[in-house]
């Protein structure tokens, strides 16, 4: 079925900022891993039966140990953090610098591919840093104590998505991105579950958070990657990874609809610096715009 590319772009940053929400509410009953194990594991349960509808398993053979690696860097590690970062950060804040990962790809690229980087670039990511202290400044001092662990892993969490993204480039540019994804989902799935076994709940868990996990898993991450990929063959991916500038949008709306998130002009202010810095070192805004 057909339909408007520009809706299904609105559509994945409201789900993609929902999994903030979702991981807000989880993350402290079941802890990082093994929420992330079954995300990665119910993504994986998801996304298999269309890998092999599509018949692209094959293109998997031969780039195990490299489609593992992006597993580890591109889901497993990340996801993680992430879920370390909302036991503290909220939803709104943390989807926010997840906005940094275009940035950090650019980075990784200019340190590992040695890519020669504009001034707007520099200027893009001095501005993108200068965007996450403000977003944090507004802090208690002894809030402050507490959000720098939790801000540095998030931080961690989008290099990694930086650094998978130039690794993937190099090394497995020639394999579809849904047979990427979904080995990608089940390398993290085989070392996350075993993984959680040591990390089990000693509480029960409530029915708001199993709830989130499986929206988590199934429409956050399954359903978005299918998505994701649909845009990528209607815009290119070149209009596809947009979606980054839409995703706190939605992050900070579910956080202050649904968890009573206080949006404070910091926030607001912080945000929108970010967004610049992003737009900037990906050269979506240029100097010349905003000197119109």
């Not at 929902?18 to 996304?47: H, N």
């Not at 953090?81 to 943390?94: E, R």
């Not at 988590?216 to 978005?224: H, K, P, R, S, Y």
């Amino acid at each position: 079925m057909k339909t408007n590319p520009l809706i299904e772009l609105i559509l994945l940053a409201a789900i993609w900022g929902a999994s903030f929400l979702f991981m807000r509410v989880a993350s402290p009953e079941f802890g990082p891993v093994l929420l992330m194990a079954l995300r990665t594991l119910i993504a994986s349960l998801v996304l298999l039966p269309f890998l092999f509808l599509k018949k692209q398993q094959h293109a998997l053979s031969g780039k195990y140990k490299d489609v593992f690696f992006v597993g580890m860097f591109n889901t497993a590690i990340p996801f993680v953090l992430f879920g370390y970062a909302t036991l503290t950060l909220s939803a709104g804040v943390t989807s926010v610098l997840n906005a940094t990962t275009p940035m950090f790809g650019v980075l990784v690229a200019f340190i590992w591919f040695k890519e020669k980087t504009s001034f707007n670039k520099i200027v893009g990511l001095a501005v993108g840093f200068i965007g996450v202290y403000i977003l944090m400044s507004d802090k208690s001092a002894h809030q402050q104590s507490a959000v720098i662990l939790p801000t540095l892993a998030v931080l961690l969490a989008t290099f990694c998505y930086g650094f998978a993204a130039n690794f993937t480039k190099a090394r497995l540019s020639g394999i579809g991105s849904l047979a990427l994804a979904t080995g990608s989902q089940v390398s993290a799935t085989l070392v996350l579950v075993p993984l959680s076994f040591f990390f089990l709940p000693n509480q029960a868990i409530s029915i708001e958070a199993i709830h989130s996990v499986i929206l988590l898993g199934v429409i956050c991450t399954g359903f978005a990657y299918i998505l994701f990929f649909r845009l990528i063959a209607a815009l290119g991916p070149n209009n596809a990874i947009t979606v980054t500038y839409l995703i706190p949008v939605f992050g900070m709306l579910w956080g202050y609809l649904f968890l009573n998130e206080q949006l404070t002009t910091n926030t607001i202010v912080g945000s929108l610096t970010i967004l610049l810095g992003v737009g900037l070192t990906t050269g979506v805004i240029s100097r010349r715009m905003l000197k119109r």
